[in-house]
């Protein structure tokens, strides 16, 4: 694994964004780092929704705020430092299962990345137990990286 | 009321009359003006509405005017009607709030999905003519689960070692109808102690509601598993059992002792019943204050259960 392949891990959180302005910092005058940040699409809960057109409203919302986000979070790396040709975009889908941090993991892997960075809500044992971490799941299950877990 | 309407109710009203013959609704969105004596018509079968129902807890009636007790026309049976009802809101586990919705297309599909499963509820999602999802169900012919346990007078080291055995083996095999929904991308999503259903015939467990839904996380079944330890601590201490009724300090009872979002209520159940094995207590445990590992599927679940399961029946 590079280590000085960087995989981003993002949501459109505030927490997601000190992670990218961490990373920003600490890579600011690395030399030869490449970093792609990563959005694990999840469509929201049709069940919630009234109607195909609601759901889909909903949809587009989501999509413009992940844009948004990833053009923001690109601006605050190149801004730090970073050759806006390094800074990579990706976006992948992922349903029920597996789950986002697996497929993460899946993602890491397959790109060879060999540092993976990621912002953490904080939860509490409570939130962790009924709705999961995202964050502590990369940690335990990560392999031949290094992750960087962003309070 | 047309006449072919009123002779059906002739011949299957009930054993109490019926004070008016009420209109015959075929749109139900607006729910709360349909009521007793008037007949809902759906999917060609006609249903006379004989009340709202209604949750009853802790001595409490909350009626729900969504749901409708009616009674078949064309075969005279008892159905429940569970009209369109639309509505997010919070709930709170102890400390937490979660925002949940009821959704009538998620109950229809799991209907769908168990149909002729006897560990599930049964019925059919059915289109009003205005386009509602009105799920018209099957009476539960059985007693809901915790009010049996609550009728059994015996001790509870008579009661553990005689009936809870029995009730265990069960209470797996309904886990592992919770698992059939989790493998089909289902959450049962409201997963409490009266939601189980004792049938009258076999004995076996039933569930009912699963209209309840939430937004995606990261463990999907997280919810589901933490109702099901609820149930687990439940059945085992044969009822709950607050912090503030037991003598904590002859006991050594102390806040890790008691279940994670519920600060009074005590899971460490081998403190209060010394012969409740080890092997079952430390499933409890992983419900407490003091867990750091927690079950994220059914199957973990299980896998801890059946060899304290065996082991019961060992002794």
């Not at chain 2, 807890?57 to 409708?68: C, L, Q």
Request: glycine content about 8%; charged content about 25%.
């Amino acid at each position: 694994m590079d280590f000085k392949n960087i995989l981003i891990s993002v949501d459109s959180s505030d927490n997601a964004m000190r992670a990218v302005d961490y990373a920003g910092t600490i890579l600011a005058n690395s030399q030869g780092v490449r970093v792609t940040l990563l959005y694990i699409e999840r469509a929201p809960n049709r069940d919630r929704y009234e109607d195909e057109a609601a759901w889909l409203n909903q949809c587009r919302l989501d999509h413009e705020r992940v844009f948004d986000f990833l053009k923001s979070a690109r601006g605050r790396l190149v801004a730090a430092g970073i050759p806006d040709s390094a800074v990579f975009e990706r976006t992948v889908l992922c349903s029920a299962e597996p789950s986002i941090a697996q497929t993460i993991l899946d993602v890491q892997q397959e790109g060879g990345f060999g540092t993976l960075v990621v912002g953490r809500r904080g939860l509490t044992k409570g939130e962790e137990f009924l709705f999961g971490s995202v964050s502590n799941k990369l940690v335990h299950n990560a392999k031949n990286c290094a992750v960087w877990v962003v309070q | 009321m047309p006449e072919t309407v009123r002779a059906l109710v002739e011949r299957f009203k009930p054993p109490v009359s019926v004070r008016n013959y009420g209109t015959v609704f075929t749109d139900t969105t607006e729910f709360m003006n349909i009521g007793y004596g008037d007949v809902i018509a759906l999917g060609g079968k006609h249903y006379l509405v004989m009340g709202d129902e209604s949750e009853r807890r802790f001595g409490m009636e909350d009626p729900k005017f969504w749901v409708k007790r009616c009674i078949e026309l064309e075969c005279g049976l008892y159905r429940i009607l569970k009209l369109q009802f639309m509505e997010s809101f919070d709930q709170h586990i102890g400390p937490l709030t979660i925002t949940c919705h009821r959704s009538a297309t998620k109950e229809a599909r799991i209907l769908r999905l168990v149909a002729g499963d006897p560990r599930f509820m049964q019925g059919q999602g059915i289109k009003d003519s205005a386009g509602n999802i009105v799920r018209v169900l099957e009476r539960v012919a059985g007693r809901r689960l915790d009010l049996n346990i609550e009728d059994i007078h015996s001790s509870h080291q008579e009661y553990f070692f005689d009936v809870y055995p029995d009730i265990l083996r069960r209470f797996m095999a309904a886990c592992r109808a919770i698992h059939h929904l989790h493998q089909h991308g289902e959450t049962h999503g409201d997963i409490r102690r009266d939601h189980l259903y004792v049938d009258h015939k076999t004995g076996d467990y039933c569930w009912i509601d699963f209209d309840y839904g939430y937004d995606s996380v990261e463990n999907p079944f997280g919810l589901d598993l933490f109702g099901l330890g609820n149930i687990l601590s439940f059945i085992t201490g044969k009822g709950v059992h607050a912090i503030q009724d037991v003598d904590t300090d002859a006991l050594g009872l102390a806040e890790a002792d008691c279940a994670l979002f519920f600060r009074h209520r005590v899971v460490n159940l081998r403190k209060l019943f010394p012969y409740i094995p080890e092997d079952l207590n430390r499933v409890l445990m992983h419900y407490s204050a003091e867990s750091e590992v927690f079950y994220e599927t059914v199957p973990e679940l299980l896998a801890d259960l059946e060899p304290c399961l065996d082991n019961l029946r060992r002794t």
